[in-house]
């Protein structure tokens, strides 16, 4: 554990540090950061009536749009030359959301980072290859800085130019790997393709994240990478990657929360209202030690739920994988769908690889939703494209009897279904226009 102490803190302990800081976060947004004040004002609420995290449902929801209307500085509670660092989200849903950090900040940022990849199985003494991208995008200076304040040797290969990666895997033997799940399937299956074998590499750990993904994802990455694959989850608006981190050797149990950072708490899609714990809602989180532009009761838009783990190493709750964003569900003739979910029934399919997309149009005025997946042999043989048919409906049948939802299916030949390039993947192809 790379803080025991903060990391096994007893529940009340945390409760009490969580409370305090908070409040040192409402008197900070409340005098510096005239958003909140509104905020406050407009809800008729003083700042000292939140006297801690139990109070935190009297004080309303910041949503990305607050961060758009206050673009791109108006959030900060720091005046400018306390900033050192500036980020922006990859916009994968629109325009950039930009936040900034004060020493402080990164300061926090590289511990809970260096916390997220001790969880994952790092240690002290071995080499990260970080293929998260360097830029404005978090994923690639946070775990930088994350690991450099662990003591690892820093591989800053960034995303993308996927040759580059492979030379670097073989030739530099770095015991972890860092990048989202998509790539880590682009690069598992290049290895394949390549003839380069587990043995070839060093490889571990695999410490993966930026977008949902499933043991179906992990199953594959692990056979073809011959590592043990964590889950590390973060969003820019709340700090970067390492907001919480699944531990490697309580993997499928969920990821733990930082909390003595970051309070979640899972609310209500529809109605905000607050859900216990085991309960799927919306994550919402508030950041406890955040200078340069902390944020109350932010409304990530992730789907999943929150629960204490008394067998866990650490005290700290976890949340489940994300199932989604909000606003990726599908409305599929009245059913709910994410995309997460398909991709958990392919799991056992050992014949299919875990590339896939789901196609949705529309005909007239009914949506459809088309699952192409491909076969995971790089050629079909004859025996195997006579059961492709059997193989389909079977699928078929199963996500009817799982999601309730009536989807053709498609098993296509290798390499035909788009892969990450090095980034987040998004494995929704929406035709609707
Ligand atoms: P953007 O919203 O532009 O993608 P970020 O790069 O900050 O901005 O990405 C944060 C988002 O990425 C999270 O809100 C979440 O939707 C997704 N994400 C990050 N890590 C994970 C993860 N481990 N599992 C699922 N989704 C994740």
């Known amino acids: 554990m790379f803080n025991p102490e903060i990391e096994q803190l007893p529940f009340e302990k945390l409760r009490r540090l969580q409370n305090e800081r908070l409040m040192e976060t409402i008197s900070r947004v409340y005098e510096n950061v005239p958003f909140y004040k509104e ?13 801690g995290v139990q109070d935190l449902h009297r004080i309303p929801f910041t949503k990305k749009s607050d961060l758009r209307d206050n673009y791109p500085f108006a959030l900060f509670a720091e005046p400018m030359e306390k900033i050192l660092r500036i980020h922006a989200s990859s916009g994968t849903t629109g325009k950039p959301t930009v936040v900034g950090y004060n020493k402080s900040d990164l300061d926090v ?13 790092a240690k002290k003494g071995m080499k990260l290859h ?5 830029g404005l995008f978090t994923g690639g200076l946070g775990m ?10 820093v591989i800053p290969v960034s995303g993308g130019m996927t040759d580059r990666q492979l030379l670097l895997l073989q030739d530099f033997q770095p015991e972890v790997i860092c990048c989202t799940p998509s790539y880590a399937l682009t690069l598992g299956e290049e290895f394949k393709k390549r003839g380069i074998e587990i043995e ?17 994802v992990r199953k594959e990455v692990e056979k073809r990478m011959g590592v043990v694959a964590t889950n590390i989850y973060g969003l ?7 907001v919480s981190q699944e531990d490697f050797e309580e993997r499928g149990t969920g990821s733990y929360v930082w909390e003595d950072h970051f309070f979640p708490e899972i609310v209500d899609k529809d109605t905000g209202e607050p859900l216990p714990n085991g309960k799927e809602g919306v994550l919402v989180f508030t950041t406890l030690t955040k200078q340069a532009m ?15 783990d008394p067998d866990g190493k650490r005290t700290h709750i976890k949340m489940s994988t994300i199932r989604g964003r909000a606003d990726d569900m599908l409305i599929i003739r009245g059913v709910n769908l994410f995309h997460t ?53 079977a699928l078929s049948r199963k996500i009817k009897n799982n999601i309730g939802l009536t989807m053709e299916v498609e098993i296509k030949d290798p390499e035909t279904i788009p892969r990450s390039e090095g980034g987040k993947l998004s494995r929704i192809n929406d035709k609707r226009g």
């Open 39 to 51: 905020v406050f004002d407009k809800a008729g609420l003083k700042p000292g009536e939140i006297k």
């Open 130 to 134: 970080n293929a998260y991208g360097y």
């Open 341 to 393: 979910q398909v991709e958990v029934l392919l799991e056992d399919h050992d014949e299919l690889s875990a590339n896939y997309q789901l196609i949705v149009t529309r005909e007239s005025t009914m949506d459809q939703v088309k699952l192409e997946v491909e076969v995971a042999n790089s050629r079909i043989d004859n025996q195997k494209n006579e059961s492709i048919p059997d193989l389909q409906a």
């Open 109 to 121: 940022f590289d511990e809970v980072v260096a916390r997220s990849l001790v969880c994952a199985g």
């Open 144 to 153: 930088h800085g994350g690991a450099t304040r662990l003591g690892m040797s």
């Open 236 to 242: 820019s608006e709340i700090m970067g990657p390492g």
């Open 200 to 216: 070839d590499l060093n490889l571990k750990y695999a410490v993966l994240g930026a977008e949902p993904w499933t043991e179906t």
């Open 294 to 308: 902390p944020l109350l009761r932010y409304w990530t838009n992730d789907i999943c739920s929150l629960n204490y």
